[in-house]
């Protein structure tokens, strides 16, 4: 998929997590190990789909839309243009995993 083929609700849901995963709270790190799910699950970890249980519902919703994105895409998540934005992700919740 390019990334002009998002719709413009993934486009909006998939900024919207990002957003929140630069955060510090305890749904900042929910959000965060959600979205590094998709971009690399065997070195950042898999997602257990009962964190979803604390997170507010427009975060859950934005997360549904993104699952749907990243099935429809077949891709990870730096073939849409986000390669930058998740890598930020990984510096902040996956430091350990940063190659200086």
Same mark, same amino acid.
């Given at each position: 998929m390019?990334?002009e083929?998002?719709?413009p609700?993934?486009k909006? +849901?998939?900024?919207?997590?990002l957003?929140?995963?630069q955060g510090?709270t305890g =749904?900042?790190?929910?959000?965060?190990d959600?979205?590094? +799910?998709?971009?690399n +699950? &065997?070195q950042?970890g898999?997602?257990d789909?009962?964190? &979803?249980w +604390?997170?507010?519902?427009?975060?859950?919703?934005d997360m549904c839309v993104?699952f749907?994105l990243?099935t429809r895409a077949?891709?990870y998540?730096?073939?849409l $243009?986000y $390669?930058? =934005?998740?890598?930020?992700?990984?510096?902040e919740?996956?430091p350990?995993?940063?190659?200086?």
């Open positions: 390019r990334p083929q998002m719709l609700a993934e909006r +849901a998939l900024e919207n997590l957003q929140i995963a510090d =749904q900042s790190r929910r959000v965060a959600f979205l590094l +799910a998709w971009w +699950a &065997g950042c898999s997602y789909l009962t964190t &979803g +604390a997170v507010d519902e427009a975060i859950a919703e993104v749907r990243a077949n891709s998540p730096d073939t $243009g $390669g930058p =934005q998740f890598e930020a992700v990984v510096r919740w996956r350990e995993l940063v190659k200086e």
